[in-house]
Nanobody, 126 residues
Framework: QVQLVESGGGLVQAGGSLRLSCAASRGTLSTTAMGWFRQAPGQERDFVAAIWDGGRTTYADSVKGRFTISRDNARNTVDLQMNSLKPEDTAVYYC????????????????????WGQGTQVTVSS
């Protein structure tokens, strides 16, 4: 069973940056889709970013140009660099791992992922 642990959340002011990290229990990130989702209070869990198929990436429209997802297979981690943060980015951020996703399929829904971390809180103040 894959275990995922997020870290790096915290409180930042609007316009600031934060880097989240997701550590996986096994070194199979190169063959596993990794995604970031977020859930604000009272809201649905929304897709944020994903990396899969050897390094392909995709982002939700709301974070394009501001967030960058990356993976480090040697350290078995996936990171999410968040820049120009907005109050709307406030949410619990979850790391997820799954096996779906390929050249013609983008893993960007919750059902594409099988394992989830506990989440890390990101709060962006005005």
């Amino acid at each position: 069973q894959v275990q995922l642990v997020e870290s790096g959340g915290g409180l930042v002011q609007a316009g600031g940056s934060l880097r989240l990290s997701c550590a996986a229990s096994r070194g199979t990130l190169s063959t596993t889709a990794m995604g970031w989702f977020r859930q604000a209070p009272g809201q649905e869990r929304d897709f944020v970013a994903a990396i899969w198929d050897g390094g392909r990436t995709t982002y939700a429209d709301s974070v394009k140009g501001r967030f960058t997802i990356s993976r480090d297979n040697a350290r078995n981690t996936v990171d999410l660099q968040m820049n120009s943060l907005k109050p709307e980015d406030t949410a619990v951020y979850y790391c997820a791992a799954g096996r779906r996703g390929g050249f013609y399929y983008t893993p960007k829904v919750s059902g594409d992922y099988d394992y989830w971390g506990q989440g890390t809180q990101v709060t962006v103040s005005s």
